[in-house]
């Protein structure tokens, strides 16, 4: 058993490292498009897109369920063995995948594809940092990741400043990449051992790949349908387009951070007002409701209604067509803020595989008016899509599931 205070130091440590990287990538990205301009912005953004879905797919699922193993199982190694074992051949089959996909569909060049590999590859750091986390060792963590970001940033900005290019600028994210592999195995080589298979259980390894499956469903389907919009933006319409749209959507995500901060502090909460009653649970949520609602309409007024500003202020002039994406995309703030809510609900109520659903039903809704809108109105109606693929996901399916409908208890109390 962990004291309270070994628990509370290693959220703060994962809330400091997820803070620091999505401020350094929100930063690093505004400086990144202003100075390569919105073609190579829109190359490297798509690119970007492109493996992060397939680094979600060759996960396996396993990120949600391995903190979960490490606690239970006393073999850590075994875990590990397994773990690897999964990721390692779902990383391979993804790589070579996203390789064909880059390389022929999308006539990227060929280093570029190359590169691609490996950056799938090294996102088996991920075993490593669960179970640095299971063991409420966040800090260790937390120094070699922060490490990385610094180094990646900072080669980033030379790339965009001084020798602005795609590859360069892809080089630069995989060798933070790299970095903290390299640094995430060195620091855990003396307590467990990815490249170690001799406490590999076939038996138990087939059991954790049939646990994980309907997780990695929900994964693939959440990361889709909020990265495909770009990859139908670069195939459908041109590069500079996608950096335009690109510009745009990293500011709104930037104002996504608010609801990542405040909900990991009032999660305890949420679940110890469920313990004490369902009427006590619900309070507290419409409480939260309203207040994320307010905050989340009151930026999107504000990011609205000085959209032209912001854009000309943090990209110049070049990404004028990226103001009224801006406008429309930030229509999605409010409905996010909600959604996270929604997503800590359907888990404290164990609704959990109401997520791939719900994710399915966005996804869909997505992909369809990407296809059908993206012809007629282009980046416009791309971002409605998007804007509509949330609603779906979020507010139209927590209305027409029965159980997800139960949310709605708040609006009682």
């Not at 953004?45 to 396993?62: E, K």
């Not at 060792?137 to 990646?152: A, D, L, P, R």
């Not at 009427?279 to 000085?306: H, R």
Request: hydrophobic fraction near 55%; charged fraction near 15%.
């Amino acid at each position: 058993m962990h004291s309270l205070k070994s628990i509370s130091s290693n959220s703060l440590f994962i809330l400091i490292e997820k803070a620091f990287k999505i401020l350094t990538y929100f930063l690093v990205g505004i400086v990144v498009a202003r100075e390569v301009g919105p073609e190579i912005f829109g190359k490297y953004s798509a690119l970007l897109s492109l493996t992060v879905i397939f680094t979600a797919i060759a996960s396996s699922g396993l990120n949600s369920l391995l903190a979960k193993e490490y606690i239970v199982n006393e073999d850590k190694q075994k875990v590990t063995s397994s773990a690897t074992f999964i990721r390692g051949a779902s990383s391979i089959v993804c790589a070579i995948v996203l390789f064909v996909f880059i390389h022929f569909y999308f006539d990227y060049r060929l280093a570029i594809a190359v590169t691609s590999i490996f950056v799938v590859i090294m996102s088996l750091t991920q075993i490593i940092d669960l179970y640095f986390e299971s063991i409420l060792q966040s800090s260790t963590v937390g120094k070699y990741k922060i490490i990385s970001y610094i180094i990646g940033a900072t080669g980033k900005l030379v790339v965009a400043i001084y020798f602005p290019n795609v590859f360069l600028l892809f080089l630069a994210h995989f060798v933070e990449l790299s970095i903290s592999f390299i640094l995430a195995i060195l620091i855990s080589n003396k307590k467990i051992k990815v490249y170690q298979f001799k406490n590999l259980d076939l038996n138990y390894t087939r059991e954790l790949f049939f646990k994980s499956f309907p997780l990695l469903l929900s994964s693939i389907a959440s990361i889709l349908y909020l990265k495909i919009d770009q990859v139908f933006i670069i195939s459908m319409m041109d590069a500079k387009s996608t950096g335009e749209y690109a510009a745009a959507v990293r500011l709104c995500e930037g104002l996504f951070i608010l609801s990542a901060i405040i909900l990991p502090s009032v999660f305890p909460n949420l679940i110890a007002k469920k313990n004490v009653s369902e009427e006590a649970f619900y309070v507290y949520l419409k409480k939260l409701i309203i207040l994320f609602l307010v905050t989340g309409v009151c930026l999107t007024l504000i990011t609205s209604t000085l959209s032209e500003q912001i854009i000309n202020f943090l990209y110049g002039e070049s990404y004028y067509n990226s103001v009224l994406i801006l406008s429309i995309y930030s229509l999605s703030i409010p409905i996010i803020y909600v959604g996270d809510l929604f997503s800590r609900w359907l888990v404290i109520t164990d609704n959990t595989k109401l997520s791939i659903y719900r994710h399915l039903l966005g996804l869909t809704v997505n992909i369809v008016l990407n296809l059908l809108w993206i012809p007629l109105y282009g980046l416009k109606g791309a971002a409605v899509a998007s804007v509509v693929a949330f609603v779906s996901s979020i507010v139209i399916f927590s209305i027409i599931s029965f159980k997800a409908r139960a949310f709605y208890q708040f609006l009682r109390v």
